[in-house]
């Protein structure tokens, strides 16, 4: 009999029954899910990503009736202008926002919300930025769930909107420290026998990989070389790269694409490490930054994760908050209006180009993780307002710019 799923810490040194409530092992060292017979998994005949790639999922058959349309998001070729900026001639997006609470977070949260009906359960919570209260709260809410969504302070209001919409019960934590109310949070929530999940838990990444099966299919058998995306704490990445591992391991693939990580200057406990070669984090506390998403300044389980990247050899990259309104500015010009979190990726590729640590012949798909209506307005200062006209201006401009 073929063994169950079940969660181990990417270490090897720790099990747990798929079901537990544990993110990290009893020392600290995220857990991911094992899927026992991977290398025999097959695509099936299916209409969307979830269907054809049932096998890969450690709970099989996923109930689509909890799905909001997740997934299957365009993958597309970047303009000549941004092709010149970079550097690089064979630049993709993949654009994540498109997704039905506009950010990577769904597919995470499709996941998470099967498990929990799966095991009977009548409450879900999450501990978020924003993009994953939102998400779980509209998930929550599809499953016919009670859903608790913990945030910070300083939440903009945007994202805190949906998530009463969608009747979350929204609760503001007070601290400092996002990474430190995390800790807490998940403590008080193991203890009190609550599903609490944050974007590093391992049934997430069980939903974010679902992202690579897609770039396999998309890049019709031309993998990226490398796959660029920003990071706040380490569940995204690491759910794009076991994608890429149980392809391989499956034999769908034959080579796994780098990973890029991308994140703000004022905040850069991973990515400054990573470019110096070290695998201790270097955390960061007391910052303001316009990627309001990316604002873990001390990723649980972080030092185990750096070790994966220097393994792997990944690269990391970090950009100003100069950089990012740029960045948000260059994608709106190729029609893809990003959250500044995400418009991160694009001056670091320019600055990997220009070093010389990314070859400029390099096929490199970068993740826009979620969408500019999550932005907000007042990190932009004053733009201008659009110009009011009467009827008689009107029709002086329309004639003028007629002519």
Not at 373 to 386: C, E, M, R, S, V
Request: one cysteine or more; hydrophobic letters at 40%; glycine letters at 10%.
């Amino acid at each position: 009999m073929e063994k169950k799923p079940f969660l181990r810490s990417i270490d090897g040194l720790e099990e747990f029954p798929l079901e537990s409530l544990a993110e990290y092992s009893s020392h600290g060292i995220p857990l991911e899910c094992i899927i026992p017979g991977i290398d025999g998994k097959k695509i099936r005949p299916g209409r969307t990503i979830w269907e054809r790639f049932a096998s890969f999922f450690p709970l099989d058959p996923l109930d689509m009736s909890l799905s909001l349309g997740e997934g299957d998001t365009p993958y597309l070729k970047a303009s000549p202008s941004m092709q010149r900026f970079t550097g690089l001639s064979r630049l993709f997006f993949k654009n994540e926002a498109v997704n039905p609470t506009w950010s990577f977070k769904d597919r995470g949260s499709f996941f998470c919300v099967q498990l929990s009906l799966r095991l009977g359960e009548k409450r879900c919570a999450t501990i978020s930025t924003g993009n994953m209260g939102h998400s779980m709260a509209a998930y929550g809410k599809r499953a016919g769930l009670e859903t608790l969504i913990f945030i910070p302070r300083g939440t903009p209001s945007q994202k805190i909107l949906p998530m009463l919409l969608h009747q979350g019960r929204v609760i503001t934590l007070k601290g400092k420290s996002f990474s430190e109310l995390k800790t807490k949070v998940l403590t008080l929530s193991r203890d009190c026998g609550l599903r609490t999940v944050t974007g590093n838990g391992p049934h997430r990444i069980e939903g974010y990989k679902s992202l690579s099966f897609e770039l396999a299919e998309q890049s019709g058998g031309d993998l990226p070389d490398y796959i660029a995306l920003p990071v706040s704490a380490t569940g995204h990445a690491r759910g794009v790269y076991k994608g890429f591992i149980e392809l391989y391991q499956s034999g769908i693939i034959s080579r796994i694409p780098r990973l890029i990580l991308v994140q703000a200057a004022r905040n850069a406990p991973l990515a400054l490490p990573l470019k110096r070669g070290e695998a201790r984090v270097l955390p960061f506390s007391d910052f303001t930054t316009a990627a309001s998403a990316l604002i873990t300044g001390d990723p649980p389980g972080g030092d185990a994760f750096l070790r994966l990247a220097l393994d792997n050899r990944w690269l990391g990259e970090t950009v100003t908050e100069e950089e990012i309104f740029r960045g948000v500015s260059l994608l709106a010009s190729e029609g893809i209006y990003a959250e500044a979190s995400s418009a991160t990726v694009v001056c670091a590729l320019k600055k990997l180009v220009r070093k010389g640590a990314l070859d400029a012949s390099s096929t490199v798909a970068a993740i826009i993780t979620g969408s500019g209506l999550k932005n907000d307005p007042g990190i932009f200062g004053g733009l201008p307002l659009p110009p009011e006209m009467d009827p008689v201006e009107l029709e002086l401009f329309l004639r003028g710019a007629s002519s």
